[in-house]
């Protein structure tokens, strides 16, 4: 396919820019998917409203000090809004006596959704270069050079992670086990990707983002291992 890139939706007078537009509608789709699995578990609307609109906040500022901070060149750093988000959302779920892990499975499908659909907007803008490749699917871009379609793997991703945790919900029964696999299957996948994409610095052979996810796999395992 052609390089392209729609970064503004025009309707009549009123502008609406794409890569906003789809991370406005997955943290709404998120937060009534979170809203329609806590109304079943019999978890308070009103609490689970507040959570989400603290880590909406939490995430935006987690993603711009994570930008800051680590030098990642697209602007808002995934791993940096995760953090924020978990920070202002483990203290809202202890000060309003909610169960952690029961929220976080509750909250896990709903981000891997927010992935698949947020993502499409880092697509639709084509601001991830992909390293070079002759598959079919190779976006041609203006350099003349076919390149890895970075956006939409990180996409389709979420969207089959959003799936195997939503077939999953109720089979894993142990409190925590969704959003474990959440942290596990999203840190491997994206650390796998990102030897597709090129044009961020590079630390030891590896981007900032493949570290983390390295730490949050090595995190992931100590808190299972303290588990068996």
Known sequence: ??????????????????????????????????????????????????????????????????????????????YGGLFGALIVGVFYIKKAKLDFWEILDVLAPSLALGIFIGRIGCFLINDHMGTVTNLP?????????????????LSLNGL???????????????PGQLFILFLFWYALSRFLIEFTRTGNPQYYGLLVSQWIGLFVLAGVFVFLRKQT
Request: proline share 3%.
């Open 137 to 153: 699917w190779a976006i041609l871009w203006p350099d003349g050079i076919l390149r890895h379609p970075i956006a939409l793997y």
């Open 1 to 78: 396919m052609l390089y392209f890139s729609f970064t503004q939706i025009q309707l009549g007078p009123i502008t609406l820019y794409s890569w906003g537009l789809m991370v406005g509608l997955a943290f709404v789709i998120g937060y009534w998917l979170a809203l329609r699995e806590a109304k079943k578990k019999g978890i308070d609307q009103n609490k689970i409203f507040w959570l989400a609109i603290l880590i909406f906040l939490g995430s935006i500022l987690g993603a711009r000090l994570g930008s800051l901070f680590l030098f990642e060149i697209n602007g808002l750093m995934f």
């Open 160 to 174: 089959i992670l959003f799936l195997v945790l939503w077939f999953l919900r109720k089979k894993l029964q142990k």
